[in-house]
DNA sequence: CTTGACCTTGACGCAAGGTCAACCCTTCAT
DNA sequence: ATGAAGGGTTGACCTTGCGTCAAGGTCAAG
């Protein structure tokens, strides 16, 4: 009887202890927690040591411990104990840091922005922005990065110089605009031929500059680009026809007929 | 042909979001993210698109977003789902508050500090140590209070008052300094008179002032020193039949004989 | 003497994947 | 051309840390 009342039963363990009654009954279970001894109705009681020691478990778990693991660390001698609390802190660190990072990549997700394109891509499709391209010829590119990016990440930092140089000359700057507006054009605007005068001119300086398009990665991108443009609008069946007349075989690619071929 | 270059393989696609292909497929299996086309061979082939969402996903489960909420999202208005952002980036906040609360908790822990026992019954135990009390008896007080608190935690404070003025008192001081060292003492101490002196000064100055002990809880405490002590030593069957020869009925709760009892 | 709040064990459910198994493609070095 | 490596496919069970019934026994209060 005065052992009853310096007893606890589980719901007041659990609430003191800031837990669920399951939870503790979970903690036994599993043999976390000590069953401890029972009352004549088969009631646990608990004595303040349980109090202590579910204290200890819940800190632990609540920062992140698996249960397996508080149970090592609670078995442990006092040094790997703390040892182990300081591992726990060490991780609880990271994870902090992990959240305020989202946090960043949350507000960004709510701001619109593109998600995951690298800083140098991102600064890449800002110029084009910037020289007054159209939002949706932004989004093309974009994705078109995108599956670059997935596929050669490492180079891509490379290539993305490549395209600033590219856009020093006023030719290329002159192609994106037209591209871009392009979206907009009917099927015969009379504009496609500045277009196809631009492609002519830049491919031109590319043969002469010894590019021979072989990057590999650089010919994917345009043939996505390619892959795009052709289901995006029958203005590119009349671009290739144009080219071709003119003596260019490829499309982007800058090769101009069987005899001159560049690569083999 | 040109529409396989450009697309990804389930693998390069989970590589480029930070997710496992076996997340990919569990957001298949849920409907979260939509099944893709396949290639001849039945691969999945995702375009930039699925990276895009594939990426959202990951950010908002990464958050701590379930799934379905996820879902929920990605199917809502922008509005709803810039509020729903907000409301993520709030709870991602209270986490955060929450593990830097949880980092305090541990140092607690590995400096070995007893846990969870309010403010002031830690200040209490303070001045017990100060003193000086021996280490082994506060712990005994320790397990008391844990139990007094779990039972009553909203009158804690003003109990942990009472003892403060308690301890105003030098005889009390001097009694709690012999129950101290009394742990070491053998069964026939000649110390236990003097300690049976203060209990009986502070007994009477109890019954003087009215108090009757009706606390309720009080008495629980009480209680449960006695049984500690009970447990703890044969000294204390000698001092309750050394209080018992002078008059006092129960241990240390202030009542003479049943002539003169102070409660019903 | 009946409520209503606790307690007991036992069992199933859940999220968000991890981890086989068993099989089909593709590719590359031999 | 061949066979091993290294993709991909579905399907099904495993895991963690409990939540949530179900089907009762217990206890204090009106």
């Known amino acids: 009887m005065r052992q ?43 004595d303040a040591e349980a109090v202590v020691q579910l204290i200890r478990i819940n800190t632990l778990a609540a920062a992140g411990a698996p249960l397996t693991r508080v149970q090592e660390l609670l078995d442990a001698s006092p040094e790997a104990f703390t040892d182990g609390i300081e591992k726990i802190d060490k991780d609880l660190r990271a994870e902090i840091r992990r959240l305020q990072r989202l946090r960043q990549r949350l507000a960004q997700l709510a701001a619109g922005d593109h ?26 590119e974009s994705n078109a990065w995108i599956m670059i990016v997935a596929q050669v990440p490492d180079q891509i930092d490379s290539v993305i110089a490549d395209k600033h140089v590219e856009l020093d000359d006023p030719v290329a700057v002159r192609l994106y605009q037209l591209l871009s507006s392009a979206l907009d054009w009917s099927v015969d605007d009379p504009r ?29 991108f345009l043939d996505l680009l390619e892959t795009s443009a052709d289901n995006a609008s029958p203005l590119v ?8 007349e003119r003596g260019w075989n490829g499309w982007i690619r800058a090769e101009r007929t069987p005899t001159n071929t560049v690569h083999a």
């Open 237 to 244: 069946t009349r671009l290739r026809s144009i080219l071709q």
């Open 4 to 46: 009853a009342e310096a007893m606890l039963t589980i719901s007041q363990l659990a609430a003191y202890a800031g837990v669920t009654v399951r939870a503790v009954r979970h903690y036994h279970h599993i043999g976390l927690l000590a069953e401890p001894g029972r009352n004549q109705s088969g009631y646990r009681i608990y």
């Open 192 to 220: 496609l031929v500045e277009l196809a005068d631009c492609m002519e001119h830049l491919m031109v300086r590319a043969v002469e500059a010894g590019e021979t398009g072989d990057l590999g990665l650089d010919n994917q």
């Open 115 to 140: 998600p995951a394109l690298p800083p140098s891509v991102v600064g890449y499709l800002e110029r084009l922005r910037s020289i007054g391209i159209d939002e949706r010829y932004i989004e093309l």
